[in-house]
């Protein structure tokens, strides 16, 4: 298990989507977060799966793939052909996990859950051990550029004990608010994972900056 930075495409330039990728990877970024959002499950539309598509063909990176989505099942293959690696979907969005977690399995894919800040860890407990990875989301899922919400920290400090005990190499990603000021307390917490959006891309000239500055508290 090794920390990884995803900056999230949603926050990117989407005039210049490849720009702004190809900068971040170029500068060290392993991996880029797709926010998949249905306006049903979220309030608000982002994109699908022909961007990840344009984008894969030239990238090398890691794409994570996050479904706000209702009915996230129908959208699991329609990903993998566009190029994903990983997926996760909401616990709130559908009744029967354990078989949509290995539906994305069968498609050799990662497959995992994210939680929102409100949801107990109860409802992902059982399925640790079925998991590739929990997303914790530490602000309300639908809007880039919010605040990380304080008790998202103990939440991600709990669910690491909960996999420690269970001796399992969990990845923990964590996803809302993430920037250079908080990011310390966050790893220290557990995480390491990290979803970063308008820390990274909101000013076009920083990118690399930006990047460089996240890898030094994850790559130590």
Do not use: W
């Not at 926050?11 to 702004?20: M, P």
């Not at 344009?54 to 994570?64: G, N, P, T, W």
């Not at 399995?105 to 590739?132: F, H, I, Q, R, W």
């Not at 005990?165 to 000021?181: A, N, S, T, Y």
């Amino acid at each position: 298990m090794r920390n990884r930075l995803s900056p999230s495409v949603l926050a990117a330039d989407f005039g210049a989507l490849r720009e702004d990728l190809r900068t971040a990877e170029e500068a060290g970024a392993e991996s880029f977060h797709f926010d998949i959002m249905d306006g049903h499950f979220v309030p608000n539309i982002s994109y699908g799966a022909s961007i990840v598509s344009a984008l894969r063909k030239d990238s090398r990176a890691f794409f994570d793939v996050h479904l706000m989505v209702e009915n996230p099942d129908f959208y699991f293959p329609i990903f993998k052909k566009a190029g994903a690696d990983r997926i996760c979907f909401h616990v709130e969005a559908t009744p029967h996990l354990d078989r949509s977690l290995n539906a994305i399995k069968e498609l050799d894919m990662e497959a995992g859950l994210a939680v929102n800040p409100a949801t107990s860890l109860s409802t992902v407990e059982e399925l640790l051990p079925v998991c590739s990875y929990i997303l914790l989301m530490s602000v309300n899922p639908g809007f880039g550029g919010q605040k990380f919400i304080p008790y998202s920290l103990d939440k991600l400090r709990r669910l690491r004990e909960m996999a420690e005990e269970r001796d399992l190499e969990l990845e923990i990603g964590v996803d809302g608010g993430i920037g250079l000021e908080n990011i310390a307390s966050v790893l220290d917490a557990g995480a390491n994972f990290i979803i970063a959006g308008s820390s990274v891309f909101s000013e076009k000239d920083k990118i690399t900056e930006k990047v460089e500055a996240f890898n030094r508290f994850i790559k130590p």
